[in-house]
């Protein structure tokens, strides 16, 4: 086997693989999950994008662990903050706690930390954050 993924994209992965199949979060996105690394050009909201994230080492003695903080973002069209909560809450349920399987990497905890609402100002666009916060641990061979 090759070098395992670095813990956030082994995170981002799992999220992915998780949110994907579900039936209920496609409804509330037009038919597919729609989540990215970047805004899609000339894609309509509802859509999903993975935002900011941060790891850092949290080893204890005999286990190599990293605490990670992540957002994903819910975009909406104008005036449809109900559209992006409503998708918000859907991920908040699929993922909080969830047991995510990842590549090279075993997941210890997964919550969700913060739940925000806002409005892009330049574009009027919906927006809801969700953060979670993980700790996932390498195991040792």
Known sequence: MGEALSPLLAMRAGILARL???AALAGLMG???RLYDEPPR???PVYALFGDGEVRDDSVEGARRHRHTLALLVVAKPGSTRTALDAAERI???LDDAPLELDGHALILLRLAALSAARDERTGEARATLTFEAVTERPTT
């Open 20 to 22: 994907r199949g579900d």
């Open 31 to 33: 038919g597919v999950v």
């Open 42 to 44: 000339g894609a309509a």
């Open 92 to 94: 908040a349920v699929l």
